[in-house]
């Protein structure tokens, strides 16, 4: 809070004042009292296209003027101006400071611990100064951010709060999201326009959220008046720069990017790869026989929601892993352990709650199982299934009479999914990506609204069976006043 109030306060200072340098200084910045002013708002999700996963949601404010502020991304622009005549020679100037969040999921919410070879939950929020040079044709801009990721960002509140307003299950695996950090980021982004209709847009992204280049043409069709494009979705920091004159237009942009970090796949440069040989831990898997049950390829089958209905794995798993218990019981303990842990509908939670009384269990075999039964079925939604649940669960698949070398196993496993999975699991990134990004853009010198849908490769190594791209649209609002 104390950092956001010292950049609100830098923003906000005035760029003027009585003495003779700072006359001076706003003569040179073409400073006018009453310069434009921008506010605009940015809204990304890819619920327009019928999606909750990936990059699932993203907001951004942003208030700017066009004139010099004290700010330090516009001296950075100043201080270029000293390298290069050109920088001295710009046609108008912005800057602007912004408050956005994005957040990332995993495709399915309903599983309470960690959809290994997916994306882990993740959430960041930044405050940015940004800062662009407007030319004939080009432009430069500049963006410099202080931000935070993992639970400190509030991503588990925000998205809840979204699925509630729609009437949607909440999601249920945010307690295993990335840690916080605090991440700076460093963002530069330059157009070049041979003609109004067709240019080329360059990107250089450094810090601890995103580090990456990309580079993409740009084709615009209709009444354009400016003299290059403003920024084509949320994470794009080059301003709009038409007051004069009324234009719309529609657009279409592909760009190749090249990343080598990304702050929400991973917590940090150690973490643990995203599929676990099970006989990596010989400390205390060695000595027991399920060691060869969880590195076997029927468990990784029975687990991968991806591949098969839960009805038909667990069918699987009724009849190879577990085939003398009971339904009820039997469905519990896979579920806990095989399925993430979801709540059962209404119809299923009847069907096993009567099995279970009708074939009298034997409670013996099942040391907690009301309490177990419980916190399976009946516990709140969106809340995620715990350590003990789970735990029990392996005890009941073991048997009651289990060796202390087995008990090791199964909090050896426990362990690793539970504490060092929320800590330090991640996916591995895919370098190379591809972006196609389309939409209208409407403006008039009061007003402009902007909408688009991009459809982008993933950005990490995906288990086979996730769709290898993701698609999202958004919508901007922007008001112009003086």
């Not at 910045?29 to 708002?41: A, E, G, Q, R």
């Not at 516990?379 to 009941?396: K, Q, T, V």
Request: proline content about 5%; aromatic content about 16%; charged content about 15%.
């Amino acid at each position: 809070m104390r950092i956001i109030i010292i950049l609100l306060s830098i923003f906000l200072t005035p760029t003027f004042s009585q003495d003779s340098n700072s006359t001076e200084l706003n003569k040179n910045s073409n400073f006018t009292p009453n310069s434009p002013k921008l506010f605009k708002m940015n809204w990304e999700n890819d619920l327009f296209f019928n999606s909750d996963r990936e990059y699932t949601n993203g907001v951004k404010f942003e208030y700017g003027e066009y004139q010099f502020n004290h700010t330090p991304t516009s001296w950075i622009l100043r201080g270029f101006s000293f390298l290069s005549k050109k920088f001295s020679n710009k046609r108008k100037e912005y800057s602007g400071l912004n408050l956005s969040q994005s957040m990332f999921t995993p495709s399915n919410l309903q599983r309470s611990d960690i959809s290994r070879g997916e994306r882990p939950y993740s959430a960041y929020n930044q405050l940015s100064f940004i800062s662009s040079y407007l030319w004939n044709n080009s432009s430069l801009a500049i963006e410099l951010g202080y931000g935070v990721v993992g639970p400190i960002s509030n991503g588990k509140y925000f998205q809840s709060k979204i699925h509630e307003i729609v009437n949607s299950s909440l999601p249920e695996g945010w307690n295993n999201q990335i840690p916080n950090q605090k991440l700076l980021q460093l963002n530069t982004e330059y157009q070049y326009f041979f003609l109004k209709q067709f240019g080329i847009v360059s990107s250089i992204k450094y810090g601890g959220f995103d580090t990456s280049v990309g580079v993409g043409p740009i084709l615009r069709i209709g009444n354009i008046k400016t003299d290059v494009s403003q920024g084509i979705n949320l994470n794009s920091i080059t301003p709009t720069y038409n007051f004069e004159e009324k234009e719309n237009y529609f657009y279409i942009q592909p760009k190749l990017i090249y990343q080598t970090w990304n702050g929400t796949l991973e917590a940090s440069s150690h973490s643990l790869p995203s599929n676990i040989d099970p006989n990596a831990i010989p400390y205390a898997l060695s000595t027991s026989n399920y060691n060869k049950l969880f590195s076997d390829p029927l468990y990784v089958s029975i687990s991968d929601q991806n591949s098969n209905s839960y009805y038909k794995r667990y069918i699987l798993y009724q009849e190879l892993i577990n085939p003398k218990a009971d339904f009820g019981i039997n469905y519990l303990i896979y579920n806990a352990i095989f399925n993430g842990g979801e709540i059962p509908s209404e119809n299923l939670k009847n069907l096993i709650v009567s099995n279970i009384i009708t074939t009298n269990t034997n409670n013996s075999n099942y040391p907690g199982l009301e309490y177990f039964i419980n916190q399976s079925l009946f516990r709140n939604d969106g809340e995620p299934i715990s350590p003990l649940i789970r735990f029990m669960a392996y005890n009941y698949l073991i048997g009651p009479d289990s060796s202390i070398e087995k008990k090791e196993a199964i909090a050896s496993i426990l362990y690793l999914n539970e504490i060092e999975g929320k800590n330090r699991y991640s996916v591995p990134l895919k370098n190379s990506q591809g972006k196609l990004n389309f939409g209208y853009v409407v403006q008039s010198d009061v007003w402009y609204i902007q909408i688009w849908a991009e459809l982008s490769t993933l950005e990490y190594n995906s288990i086979s069976n996730i769709p290898n791209f993701h698609r999202f649209g958004g919508i901007q609002f922007g008001y112009k006043f003086n």
